[in-house]
């Protein structure tokens, strides 16, 4: 009987550093609120050049009035006129069963076939999904967003309500806030073509551990 209060405590004290591990590393600003970062000082908009058009499109059941809402927001900030296309369904063969998850190469491929770039301009193309996604050949459980060819992105918006050690999750304002950032990253590195950042405080931050890790991030580059 002792040996079995052995390890159940080991057990319990094994899970309790383990979330506070998590709470140290990734969850302590949605966890408190509270950021130790430095102030920062964004990229000043009217420097910024971008390149071609740009085109966001809401996969199977995206709801449109986000997208709306997304289209404002850049038009409003950045003056940018982005082009909404009409919903669009996504294969059967961009889903893998046996994960429950989007393979993230095949809706790009998806996209690709769909909206292949003009002869004569660019063409920045960003697909929005609802439904929870993976990398292939990539050791992550999910991902958030994936770009390729340097011209597509897609953005899964179903881990973006992680909160506190992902015991509840956050408001529809933070998943909202998220969701524009991780929108925002991809329309600096493909429209604008700027660098990823070392700097946690910018929004093209680029060692993103989990959605949690957006709340330090600012809306700016």
Known sequence: MRLLRSIIASIFFKIALSLMAVFVLYDFTVCTGITFDRPYTPLDARELHGEGRIRFVPLDAFPTSTLHALADYYKKKYDLGIELAS???????????????????AVIETLQANYPQPPTERLTVIGLVETDMYIPGVNWR?????????????????????????????????????????????????????????????????????SQEFDRMSEDF
């Open 87 to 105: 919903p669009m369904l996504l294969p059967a063969t961009a889903i893998d069963s046996s994960r429950g998850q989007l393979i993230s190469d």
């Open 142 to 210: 999910y991902a958030i967003s994936y770009r390729k060819a340097d011209r597509y992105a897609v953005v899964s918006t179903a881990r973006l309500d992680r909160g506190c050690l992902g015991i509840v999750p956050v408001s529809h304002e933070r998943v909202t806030s998220r969701l524009r950032k991780m929108v925002t990253k991809n329309v600096g590195i493909l429209y604008f073509r700027l660098p990823l950042s070392d700097d946690p405080r910018s929004v093209l931050y680029g060692k993103i551990g989990g």
